[in-house]
């Protein structure tokens, strides 16, 4: 069972940029689909980026279309999530999860991490 721990978070300004990594315990497979979640105090944990792990095809929130990049090291085993003009509403814990396939739903994925702070001042 691969698990995944999340690290890279920080506090930085507005406007500032940060990058997330999302280590993995073991390989995924080529069918997996690992993505980038967030949860800001009082919401549910909601859907900012995703990869597919074979083909690297990248899949984003609305949100952040244009300011974040999701990529991934198949080397390494390890996800990223490049964050630029942070906004103080991207602030929220960042969790990486894994699913089977094609997924914004948290509830399809599995091995999340505790999680790494970022936290955005205006």
């Known amino acids: 069972q691969v698990q995944l721990a999340e690290s890279g978070g920080r506090l930085v300004q507005a406007g500032d940029s940060l990058n997330l990594s999302c280590s993995a315990s073991?390989?995924?497979?080529?069918?997996?689909?690992l993505g980038w979640f967030r949860q800001a105090p009082g919401k549910e944990r909601e859907f900012v980026a995703g990869?597919?792990?074979?083909?690297?095809?990248?899949y984003y929130a609305d949100s952040v279309k244009g300011r974040f990049t999701i990529s991934r090291d198949k080397a390494d085993n390890t996800m990223y999530l490049e964050m630029n003009s942070l906004r103080p509403q991207d602030a929220a814990v960042y969790f990486c999860g894994l699913g089977n396939s094609y997924a914004t739903s948290p509830k399809s994925f599995r091995g999340w991490g505790q999680g790494t702070q970022v936290t955005v001042s205006s």
């Open positions: 990869i597919r792990w074979g083909t690297g095809a990248t």
């Open positions: 073991g390989r995924p497979y080529s069918s997996h689909f």
